[in-house]
Antibody, heavy 121, light 107 residues
């Protein structure tokens, strides 16, 4: 069974950098899948942040592109998210997910449990 | 970006009722659409992919249809465990975007 687990600080200061890691088990990060980050502000809907393939080719949401970096560590079977210059608007539950639910791509079939990140001084 | 508009934003129905949620894309997306269920405090769960394909293990009371810009998600015979927020999501290009969600409650 594929499992994903997010980890990282739950509190980040404004203007700082949010850093999260997603550990993948039960599947190889080098498989033919994209690996994705999605976030959800409290009480609000889902926002796609970006994705990466094991070859290291990331795609980002245009609204976050200037601040976000997604990378992959094949030796640890994990991928990471960095979001810099954070503000209170970046407070959210951050999910990592596998894009593998459809042969055409674009369906997120396995998700981490999510990790709450609060931006506050 | 392609905008996804769901309606209604919330609904209340009785156990056993048929529930229908619609999702409209701001431009043509063929059948590149998925549906998710999210229960409070939990990660979303993929229910339907490619507009109408039920994920293995998902109860058959869930179904969906549509193509182009207009899509429908249906729960036949609503059950208490179906209380959740449901989201549509397109994957016709980047960025992937979600609808704003439809919260389903029991009357």
């Amino acid at each position: 069974q594929v499992q994903l687990q997010e980890s990282g600080p739950g509190l980040v200061k404004p203007s700082g950098t949010l850093s999260l890691t997603c550990a993948v088990s039960g599947a190889s990060i080098s498989s033919n899948n994209w690996w994705t980050w999605v976030r959800q502000p409290p009480g609000k809907g889902l926002e796609w942040i970006g994705e990466i393939y094991h070859s290291g080719s990331p795609n980002y949401s245009p609204s976050l592109k200037s601040r976000v970096t997604i990378s992959v560590d094949k030796s640890k079977n994990e991928f990471s998210l960095k979001l810099n210059s954070v503000t209170v608007a970046d407070t959210a539950v951050y999910y990592c997910a596998r894009d593998g639910g459809s042969d055409r791509g674009g369906a997120f079939d396995f998700w981490g449990q999510g990790t709450m990140v609060i931006v506050s001084s | 970006d392609i905008q996804m508009t769901q309606s209604p934003s919330s609904l209340s129905a009785s156990v056993g009722d048929r529930v229908t949620i619609t999702c409209q894309a701001s431009q043509y997306i063929n059948d590149y659409l998925n549906w998710y269920q999210q229960k409070p405090g939990k990660a979303p769960k993929l229910l339907i992919y490619d507009a109408s394909n039920l994920v293995a293990g998902v109860p058959s009371r869930f179904s969906a249809s549509g193509s182009g810009t207009d899509f429908t998600f249906t729960i036949n015979s609503l059950q208490p465990e179906d209380i959740a927020t449901y989201y549509c999501q397109h994957y016709d290009g980047l960025p992937r975007t979600f609808g704003q969600g439809t919260k389903v409650e029991i009357k």
